[in-house]
């Protein structure tokens, strides 16, 4: 029996590091990106207590249950908020436009939401594209995409990449070209944003002018340091995910492949572990108590170490997505000049090299 035993555990063992082959990516691991050196505002308690509710909300609750709650509170995000932009819902593809006042249609944002692939939608995430539009002048488009468990997580990319297919040629009012694009998302948003970008590559699509990510999942192997050393730091993700810093990766990664039917290597879900060469400039923020800081780290150093052009801005003391909070905190108003700034040197650049 011993032996059936050693010999079963042997097998498991060697299943693992054929299936889940990692190449080690501590290289990449560097703190000296600069944070932004302020501490955090007033506003932010509220934030915190907002955080707080969220957690409440689905206390005691398990399964589906759970995930219903957590999905309505989301959702919830977004009441009281006075919106500047017209929404439009649109059916296929799912989601909905949001049109500040004299925004130029042919200037489009696809912006893909967060929530753990599982909750969020363009209800929930109103704050940051009425916020988008307004700051970009441009027509966004919230995807609401596939979601598990109902469905599969390839469920989710697939709508991505129709939906930015479909965005290339068509605006909210008619079919039309469009002249400038950008993909956006936070969280796993925006882990589908940057595995877009690669997707768009590869299949010889136009590809986006530029790319904008809060606070993104890169690599869901949950090697990155700061997966384990700011759990106590990270009001949100902590309580959330926390608790899988005592269960051995490999278990981790088995239960990621049968929940995702991805393997957690695959760039598809982890696109720090793709090809990162000839990406357009991307934008990445993130927070540095936040559980994810050192995915965002780590993203923009393999792609600057590829040759593509990534910006890492990094707040102190805020929490995941804050720019959600819009306009309640002052640092999320910070966040979206800032993407107001990228986004015109990007367009800066674009136009002198037109004229070359």
Not at 117 to 127: L, T
Not at 180 to 188: K, L, N, R, T
């Amino acid at each position: 029996m011993l032996w059936i035993i050693l010999a079963i555990i042997v097998l498991i063992v060697a299943a693992t590091l054929l299936l889940f082959r990692l190449e080690d990516l501590s290289h990449l691991d560097r703190d000296d990106y600069p944070v932004k050196d302020a501490t955090p505002s007033e506003a932010n308690r509220e934030v915190l207590g907002r955080i707080r509710e969220l957690g409440q909300s689905s206390k005691g609750l398990r399964g589906k249950a759970r995930l219903m709650a957590l999905r309505k509170h989301m959702d919830g995000l977004s009441e009281g908020i006075e919106l500047a932009s017209e929404l439009r819902h649109r059916e296929s593809p799912r989601g909905e436009w949001v049109l500040a006042p004299g925004c130029d249609t042919r200037r489009r944002i696809l912006y893909i939401h967060g929530g753990a692939w599982a909750a969020g939608s363009p209800r929930s995430h109103r704050a940051i594209t009425d916020r988008l539009s307004q700051t970009t002048r441009a027509a966004v488009f919230a995807l609401d995409y596939r979601l598990m468990p109902e469905n599969r997580f390839m469920d989710g990319v697939r709508d991505c990449r129709e939906a930015y297919t479909w965005l290339l040629k068509h605006g909210p009012d008619s079919a039309e070209r469009a002249d400038f694009m950008v993909i956006a998302g936070d969280s796993a948003g925006g882990s589908h944003t940057l595995g877009l970008l690669a997707w768009i590559r590869d299949n010889g699509l136009r590809q986006a002018d530029a790319a904008i990510a809060f606070s993104p999942s890169t690599d869901l192997t949950l090697t990155a340091p700061s997966n384990r050393n700011n759990i106590g730091t990270d009001p949100l993700l902590g309580p959330a995910f926390g608790g899988l810093s005592k269960i051995p990766l490999p278990v981790i990664w088995w239960a990621t492949l049968a929940a995702f039917r991805v393997s957690p290597t695959s760039p598809v879900a982890s696109p720090l572990r793709g090809d990162l060469k000839n990406l357009p400039p991307t934008l990445i923020h993130a927070s540095d108590t936040e559980m994810l800081l050192d995915n965002a780290r780590r993203y923009a150093a393999r792609a600057e170490a590829a040759g593509s052009p990534v910006t890492l801005h990094t707040w102190h003391g805020m929490v995941h997505v804050w720019q959600i909070f819009a306009p309640l905190l002052p640092e999320a108003e910070e966040a979206f000049e800032d993407i107001r700034k990228f986004l015109a040197q990007v367009e800066s650049e674009k136009s002198a090299q037109a004229v070359i």
